[in-house]
């Protein structure tokens, strides 16, 4: 996991404060956090369309 790894390197290179982080580097974890939040949120939604669908099929058929 690319968020992971780069939260587990700024936490080693930083001693576990976010305080001394550059505003730049704040930005790139939180733009990384957010994109792999809407990549779990789209995912989720395709799991619970195709398991509404095999529920239809299996009531239908």
Do not use: Q
């Amino acid at each position: 996991m690319h968020v992971i790894e780069k939260l587990r390197d700024i936490w080693m290179r930083y001693g576990g404060g976010f305080n001394s982080l550059s505003p730049y580097e704040l930005d790139e974890i939180l733009h990384g956090v957010w994109t792999f939040s809407l990549a779990l949120g789209a995912l989720s939604c395709i799991a619970a369309l195709v398991v509404m669908l095999a529920r239809l099929i299996e009531l239908l058929a």
